[in-house]
């Protein structure tokens, strides 16, 4: 099915093409897939690369990341409650955005849920809720696995790799040059760390209470970085509130500056910024709650202003954004014309076209949703450097 649906978008969506300026690989939990997507200039519609989908290299694939140059992917496979355990995956990327599976690789700590490489490729994080000390009982801390990345084929050094723990149940870490900021769900904290900048390595920072009741994401973003907090477990509109960044990666709350998700919006999980001759953007991903239809899945925006605060986009009547029932992760093309979300119970993918003037999104100019592999998870989009 997955074959056909990749086909009918190879015939349907290159009349009016005005070239790829990225690819979007999109994981898929339901078969264990990696769905591949060319993205084109002028519309921003989406059209199935030859050969998509592919095995993810493990079972139960929740996130992803892609080496800076483009040349590797990395798919992190959870694992699930029948004795599959968690690792991840290499893949090396072809000129057409085509994946070739290298190997794959044990986490070392258990319950991994989230992936991402330092700013220069060196090196690759993994988080994982439980750190490799856990012994079933006690220490439920998690952790960070740290592994040097061979700069020729991009695969990891597992005999070099070192582990630094976090808080509690982690689910989430952000990363810039210098600084790597993990939130843990277990004690609402960011636990954040200095990067060494000759070997990668992790040199720990005091812990940041929260203050919040249901924190489901950190971000960077430019000069700040963004928590969402979702409030009630039940759902609700939720808050964002956005930090300063100061030395030793420490963070300081906005003076003012935790803002309320638009009324209509429900269940923040995740942000991201974009930034043009106008002015920065923040778009917030609304899951919805728990225990209903997800009827009001959207993406709500925000203008950042020189000071870290947020105001709603008031020219817009349509803020917040609708997209595809249940969302759990969005991104940004790399020349900043679309946004993306992908939608968990809808399989599929959600594109928006940015206005360049004023931060709002509207339908792309042929076809805004795209089917992909089944229950997707996140999703993740690189640059085209032949275009």
């Given amino acids: 099915m997955a074959l056909l649906v990749s086909v009918a978008m190879g015939l349907g969506m290159t009349s009016c093409g005005g070239g790829t300026i990225g690819f979007m690989w999109v994981l898929g939990r339901q078969y264990s897939q990696i769905g591949g997507f060319k ?25 992803l990341t892609i080496k800076s140059g483009g040349r590797y992917l990395y798919v992190l496979n959870a694992g699930d409650s029948t004795g599959a355990t968690g690792n991840f995956s290499l893949f090396s990327v072809g000129s057409s955005g085509n994946l070739s599976y290298q190997q794959s690789y044990p986490t070392q700590g258990t319950f991994p849920v989230w992936i991402t490489t330092d700013s220069t490729g060196s090196y690759l994080y993994v988080l994982s809720q439980r750190s490799p000390s856990y012994d079933g009982v006690t220490d439920l801390n998690g952790s960070i696995t740290v592994f ?22 982690p689910i989430q870490m952000s990363a810039t040059a210098s600084c790597i900021y993990t939130l843990d769900s277990g004690d609402q904290t960011i636990f954040p760390y200095s990067i060494g900048s000759a070997n990668g390595q992790l040199t720990s920072n005091p812990t940041i209470a929260l203050n919040t009741a249901n924190a489901t994401s950190v971000n960077i973003g430019g000069s700040y970085v963004y928590v969402t907090d979702a409030g009630s477990t039940s759902g609700g509109p939720g808050t964002i509130i ?97 946004l993306y979300t992908s939608d968990q119970f809808a399989s599929t993918v959600t594109g928006k076209r940015i206005n360049n003037q004023y931060g709002s999104l509207s339908n792309l100019s042929h076809a805004s949703t795209f089917a992909t592999v089944g229950t997707p998870s996140c999703l993740v989009i690189s640059a085209n450097t032949a275009y």
């Fill in 242 to 338: 956005p930090f300063s960044q100061g030395s030793s990666c420490a963070l300081s709350p906005v003076t003012g500056g935790t803002t309320p998700n638009l009324p209509t919006a429900s269940y923040p999980i995740q942000t991201v910024t974009s930034t043009n001759s106008a002015g920065t953007y923040l778009y917030v991903l609304n899951h919805s709650t728990v225990n209903t239809n997800y009827a009001n899945s959207s993406v709500s925006a925000f203008l950042v202003g020189s000071d870290g605060k947020l105001t709603a986009l008031a020219a817009d009547t349509q803020n917040p954004y609708g997209v595809g029932s249940g969302p759990v992760c969005l991104a940004i093309d790399p020349t900043n014309q679309y």
């Fill in 39 to 63: 993205i084109d200039d002028r519309s921003g519609n989406l059209t199935g690369i030859i050969g998509s989908p592919v095995p993810s290299g493990g079972t139960n694939p929740v996130m």
């Fill in 148 to 169: 040097p990345l061979d700069p020729n084929t991009g695969r990891p050094n597992v005999t070099q790799a070192a582990s630094f723990e976090v808080g509690q149940s």
